[in-house]
């Protein structure tokens, strides 16, 4: 009797031990087949960047038990968000496609399976914005194997740290997985064939210009287009597109008041609009132009009636335009400018 309840639990114990081992080997191989699936996956694009959808979320990072061999790097994108040109939506897809191409290219062994680039399109993965808690975009999301929520924002890229691109991207993962992305390979500005059609050119064009050059028929010998670069380097200061094109400003906004009015001037000191500059910098440039005739034009007709009426034509427009951009800059920040006379004039 006392051999048969030996018997019975030494056969208890190994089915109990097989049954866990069954069980963890059976975890290992869910794992290896869902890395290997992400791994195939990841071959179809040319970036190595995954596309997923609600079903794709479920079954690699809801599914599937904690702490997962792997981590997942998603990025959400909106495609009718793509005509709002301050989001950059379309621009960063393309950094983050840079930043998967260039972890897989700088890493061949284990740790390249270790960590996968996904994203996440709305139209098709509403359930998962709702899960992640997505509700604005920008947005890059890392989920680790040890992640267990996916509403868990504690691997929430900054917004602020879009503005350096692929390269705070790859900071960012490194940060947070210890990995290493390796340098960002970026493709050249032109391609090889295109290389090789420029310089066939260039080769072939460049006695004809040689030619050209000691005959003195080229563009940079016509006094035309000097004077026109010289014109419109001269708008362009006076009008500071510089500063519109550095701060984006735009070149008209639409009235809050009445949503079917556009406002071309903006009342006040701390911002210029786009077509308030323009305009400014043409009543600057007729000034210069009507000096520039005055000087170099005018002083040749022998005329002498006709110099002082065209004289007094050129002194009143250019009053005329002196005075508005005063009164521009008067309404805009309100400060006056007021004459001073000599004093034997009082």
């Known amino acids: 009797m006392a051999i048969n309840k030996k018997l019975v639990s030494l056969l208890f114990l190994l089915a109990t031990v097989s049954s866990f081992a069954s069980a963890s080997f059976s975890d290992s191989d869910s794992d290896s087949d869902l890395v ?8 179809t694009s040319e970036s190595g960047v995954i596309h997923l959808d609600d079903h794709g979320i479920s079954k690699f990072l809801i599914s599937s038990p904690t702490p997962r061999p792997y981590s997942i790097l998603v990025f959400f994108d909106a495609t009718q968000l793509h005509s709002k040109t301050e989001l950059r939506l379309q621009e960063l ?3 983050f496609g840079l930043v998967s191409a260039s972890f897989l290219a700088n890493n061949n062994g284990s740790d390249a399976n270790k960590l996968f680039f996904c994203e996440i399109e709305f139209s098709r993965s509403q359930t998962s914005f709702q899960r992640f808690g997505v509700n604005a975009l920008p947005h890059i999301r890392l989920v680790t194997g040890s992640t267990s929520k996916l509403s868990d924002e504690s691997g929430q890229m900054d917004q602020s740290d879009f503005a350096r691109l692929a390269e705070s991207m790859a900071e960012f993962v490194e940060q947070r997985t210890k990995l290493t992305v390796g340098p960002i390979q970026r ?3 032109l391609s090889k064939a295109q290389i090789s059609v420029i310089v066939a050119l260039i080769v072939i064009a460049t006695p004809f210009v040689i030619k050209r050059i000691l005959k003195g028929e080229t563009l940079l010998h016509d006094r035309r287009l000097w004077l026109s670069g010289a014109i419109f380097i001269y708008f362009f200061s006076v009008a500071g597109t510089m500063h519109n094109i550095i701060r984006k400003m735009p070149m008209f906004l639409q009235d809050r008041n009445d949503p079917n009015k556009l406002v071309f001037f903006y009342q006040g000191s701390g911002m210029q609009l786009g077509a308030e500059g323009f305009a400014v910098g043409f009543l600057y440039t007729v000034v210069g132009l009507l000096l520039a005739f005055v000087t170099n034009v005018l002083v040749r007709v022998r005329n002498l009636n006709v110099q002082r009426l065209v004289m007094l034509v050129a002194l009143f427009v250019s009053f ?8 521009l800059d008067n309404w805009k920040t309100g400060y006056g400018i007021h004459p001073y006379w000599p004093s034997s004039w009082r």
Do not use: G, I, Q
């Open 187 to 189: 493709p050249p500005f």
């Open 36 to 43: 290997n699936e992400l791994v195939s996956l990841r071959s």
């Open 320 to 327: 005329w335009a002196v005075k508005k951009v005063v009164y």
């Open 93 to 95: 897809r393309r950094e």
